[in-house]
């Protein structure tokens, strides 16, 4: 058992949580709950699929039928007149034979002469009209009086354009029902094929306006149908009044279906005319039965979460003092409620546990912050006597130093980089010029130019600074040693870096380091005016360039000692 401080006088009772949860969740609540789950969607979904299946076959049947009858009706009425229509279609083809042998095109026959001769053959009641048509070998219309078909390219459909071809071999093809899409206006077509290879075609609107109303109400055919399309094979609706066939059809809602049937009867062999049938079914009616079997396992969910409600409210209080607590621990490292609050041995032992660590963390966070700062102030302070050790070392050095850190915390400060690293930059631009330490005493006091080999040693003055500055603390103070000379062009020294293979540190300093050597005075030179240097640096002279510089450091740089008055630093 767990032993905690104050407990003995919380008279309040307390038991382990673990067992009222494994007792109600496992033995009661999770069973039911699966089980009743489990009988609700088996039944939905068998429920579901069985009657939306036998309605859409049900509309699918009842469109089949009314167009299929419409069809077959439209053939009955047509049949007296077909001995007419290819005696029309013979005469036709004996004028344009004769024309072409003549030598006319096509848009020079008179096909109209030949069809006023056999209108009174066809009884407006249900020849509406006739076109005449000519089609190439390869499938295009390439004249009628119809001018909405001109153009029209039948070789796209392959399975029409090849039955026709077939049936042409044998003679003269009627093709006694197609319907037009868009308005959904029966047609009734025939063909004979030219000595030219070219296809002579007779085209017959037939009045079917009883059809296209039939059609215009099969949204009526079911109240479960919320939008019915009749499409032919390349999608397109045969009325206007149908929706454009869906790119995605529904599959997955818990009320609505899409279904695609087909429907097709041969027309002239072996051509059959196929038609698709789109159906969007609504069944919010009889998803109540869904929402009913829902309700009964909300029920059974509700009765037992009453026989549970003392354990959960429970438990969300227990558990919302844990979360509290730790909120609070991550947030702020202290415990923000008494432990003494909690009725359970776990929960409160745990905040107990948490308060002590907390208290202690802050000890130890408080600790080390003194720790890290002093360990800063020392390799700060270790850094500035090095670089005064330098100073002694190198008479140009002294005052070199004060202003190079000045300038660069001037720098620094107007650049987005995080506060530590322009703390160490503006601390360790000091030893930039630390490894000189290890340059011989005639070679940095010499006052006239230095040899080649004399300069080559002193160029090493950049690598010698990683005897002083191996430390991990010091790898800010290094690269700027050793990068402080490197150009932007890739001409500087010890390793010939250029652009931003330099590190950042390197680039300040080079800036920094150039501008304070030009406004300074040295045996071998004069100090330049502030006006002077900043021409050298922009446009150079017979030792500096403007490309040894980061450009957009240069530009900053300018733009901070511009606003600063550098009065009394040289």
Known sequence: MFHFRGLGENKLSVRPIRDQIKSTLFRVILPAILFAALLNFIYSYLQYKQITNQIFESVKSKIDVLITESAKG??????????????????????????????????????????????????????ADINCYVISKDGKVIW???????GLDLSK?????????????????????????????MRLYAYKRLSNGDILELGFFLNNEDFIKSLRKLKEISPFLENIGVYNVSHIPIISQFPQFP???????????DMVGEISFEDFPPHQLKLLVYARLNFYRIFGIVLFNIFLFLLLFVLIAVASYRLTKWAEKESGYMREAIESFKGHRKIGIDPSISRTYEVRELLNILKEAADEIKREEAENSLLLKELKEAFYDFAERLALVAEGYDIDTGEHLVRVKYLTKLLVQELEIPEDLKEEVINYSVLHDVGKIFIPLDILNKPGP??????????????????????PRFKVALEIAL???????GTGYPFGLAGEAIPLTGRIIKIVDVYEALRSERPYKRAFSHEETVKILLYGDNRTKPEHFDPLLLKKFIEVIEKRGLTGLF
């Open 74 to 127: 439209f053939k009955r009425a047509v049949l007296p007149y077909e001995k007419d229509i290819i005696a029309l279609l013979d005469e036709l083809y004996s004028r344009v034979e004769r024309d072409l042998r003549l030598g006319r095109d096509y848009s020079q026959i008179d096909f109209k002469g030949v069809v006023k001769r056999y209108e009174s053959k066809f009884p407006p009641e249900i020849f």
């Open 483 to 489: 990068y402080h000379h490197e150009n932007y062009d």
């Open 247 to 257: 790119e995605k059809l529904l599959k997955i809602h818990p009320f609505k279906r």
């Open 144 to 150: 009628t009086d119809y001018q909405k078909d001109l």
């Open 157 to 185: 459909f392959e399975d029409f354009w090849k039955s026709l071809n077939v049936a042409l071999e044998k003679g003269p093809v009627l093709h006694r029902v197609s319907i037009e899409v868009l308005t959904g206006k």
């Open 450 to 471: 230095l040899d080649p080999d004399e300069w080559e040693l002193m160029k090493q003055h950049t690598v010698f600074a990683k005897r002083l500055l191996a430390h």
